[in-house]
Every structure is written in structure tokens, then in C-alpha cells.
């Protein structure tokens, strides 16, 4: 029970795409919490960014029936598969970041959080920066929140040297 999770994970990081619109139908369907849990962490590994995107979309889709935490986990969870899922994140947010707002502007935070304990690259450091500048232009974001974002960034990155 344990490891279902990993498997999961292992099981749909290239997972075609029969496959994983599959376990996200199982996901639809579960009412086991910790069912739940398991398939989104390993639904968040995928790296096909077509995948990543369609799952993402899951969190904020209107009447959608996973929980907030659900909804958080969904848009989180791949920041820890590596560079190409945290840039799969920040697209993401630069395209939805109005609608992930009106469904609750704690989920941008969480996201922004879960992005920059993750930077490990002076190129994804600048990536993030843009996304928080365009953030803040847009007024999705406060200065203070710009600089607590970018100050975690560089902690990130910093440690990673």
C-alpha cells in the first residue's frame, strides 16, 4: 500500500495516452480518499506536457468534485518532477492564472510556493522571474508577495550551488 503511489508514478511518467486518461477516469470515479492521493501524485509525474496541462485543467474546471486540498495536490504535485514540469507549471499559470484566481487565489500562492522550492537552474530562476514580474503587472500579485517568491527562489537555487 505503501509503494502504490511510486508505482503510480513510475507507471504513468510516459504512460500513453489511453492509459492515463484511463487513471484519471479511475480518479474521477474513486471515492477513496486515499486512492485519491495516490493517483494524483502519480498523475503529476507524467512528463508529456499535453498530459500535464489536461491534468492541471482538472483543478480548476468548473463543478469539478475533488476537494480544495484535492484541487491543490492537482496543481502542485508536479513541481517535483524535474525542469520540465515546473516550466509545464508556469506556462500553465501564465495561460490560467485569471481563472485559477477566481477559483481561490490560495491555489496561485500554492503553486508559486511549490515552483520555488524547485528551482535548481539560473534559466528556470529567469523563467520564474518573468512569470512573477507579469504577475505582478497584472496585479495578480502584491510586491511583497513578488519578493517573498523570488527571495524563495533564489534560496532554492542558492542551496542547490
Known amino acids: 500500500p505503501e509503494y502504490v503511489g511510486l508505482i503510480y508514478c513510475n507507471g504513468l511518467r510516459t504512460a500513453n495516452a489511453l492509459l492515463f486518461i484511463s487513471m484519471q477516469n479511475r480518479l474521477l470515479r474513486s471515492t477513496d480518499e486515499v486512492e485519491r492521493w495516490n493517483i494524483i501524485g502519480g498523475l503529476a509525474c507524467t512528463q508529456n506536457y499535453d498530459h500535464l496541462v489536461f491534468f ?8 469539478n468534485t475533488h476537494s480544495f486540498s484535492e484541487r491543490s495536490r492537482i496543481l502542485t504535485a508536479p513541481a517535483s518532477n524535474g525542469e520540465q514540469s515546473l516550466i509545464t507549471m508556469i506556462e500553465f499559470i501564465e495561460m490560467k492564472f485569471a481563472v485559477i484566481i477566481d477559483d481561490s487565489p490560495v491555489l496561485l500562492t500554492n503553486m508559486l510556493n511549490s515552483i520555488s522550492w524547485f528551482i535548481a537552474s539560473e534559466s528556470l530562476y529567469f523563467r520564474y522571474v518573468l512569470l512573477l514580474s ?7 500579485i502584491t510586491e511583497e508577495v513578488f519578493f517573498n517568491h523570488l527571495e524563495s527562489a533564489r534560496a532554492s537555487l542558492d542551496w542547490q550551488v
Open 134 to 140: 507579469d504577475l505582478l503587472c497584472y496585479r495578480a
Open 56 to 63: 492541471l485543467n482538472l483543478a480548476i474546471t468548473p463543478g
